[in-house]
T-cell receptor, first 109, second 117 residues
């Protein structure tokens, strides 16, 4: 079963703009992870945020976690056409990594 | 970093035949491997979890007799789609967990595109 709900399902922006994707989950977690998937390809691990962290940065990525609301957000700043991909949040449940529905990001040059 | 490979990267087969997909951890020992299926425009759905040397644990709704999983060594797991039908056409992705790591980090293969005609 899917753990995370993500919104928006699809997001289209211009190059240079920021993109924000949200993820909500249902049960308690130790950490939450974000992945990117280019069309027809495997997954690329972007960032992991632990339950005792509120914010984490990696390059142009900024992830926040609000455990009281059971939600996380991924912000991509100064987006590029190469950021066009699907983005998934994932949490570990019973030792298994369960993915959210994903957000399809399109960055237009 | 840890690398997971899959073979083949894509396969086309006729309805009724069986197809085997391999998942290998190249530079670490994978005590646990996972198989996911992804339909177009959808998320990854976990099919089963396999631990080296033991039977796979299947998710609810996944037919274990149709999707045979073997994890005979610490570096290889195979998924065999038996008597494939067009509705089995999908993107199959494996992932592996390094048994030496305490974290739950999983390393993903590049996926296998299966098309059943």
């Amino acid at each position: 079963s899917q753990q995370g709900e993500e919104d928006p399902q699809a997001l289209s922006i211009q190059e240079g703009e920021n993109a924000t994707m949200n993820c909500s989950y249902k049960t308690s977690i130790n950490n939450l992870q974000w992945y990117r998937q280019n069309s027809g390809r495997g997954l690329v691990h972007l960032i992991l945020i632990r339950s005792n962290e509120r914010e984490k940065h990696s390059g142009r990525l900024r992830v926040t976690l609000d455990t009281s609301k059971k939600s996380s957000s991924l912000l991509i700043t100064a987006s590029r056409a190469a950021d066009t991909a699907s983005y998934f949040c994932a949490t570990v449940q019973g030792g298994k990594l369960i993915f959210g529905q994903g957000t399809e990001l399109s960055v237009k040059p | 970093g840890a690398v997971v490979s899959q073979h083949p990267s894509w396969v086309i087969c006729k309805s009724g035949t069986s197809v085997k997909i391999e998942c290998r951890s190249l530079d670490f020992q994978a005590t646990t491997m996972f198989w996911y299926r992804q339909f177009p425009k959808q998320s990854l759905m976990l099919m089963a979890t396999s631990n080296e040397g033991s039977k796979a644990t299947y998710e609810q709704g996944v037919e274990k007799d149709k999707f045979l999983i073997n994890h005979a060594s610490l570096t290889l797991s195979t998924l065999t789609v038996t008597s494939a039908h067009p509705e089995d056409s999908s993107f199959y992705i494996c992932s592996a967990r390094d048994g030496r790591e305490v974290s739950y980090e999983q390393y993903f293969g590049p996926g296998t595109r299966l098309t059943v005609t």
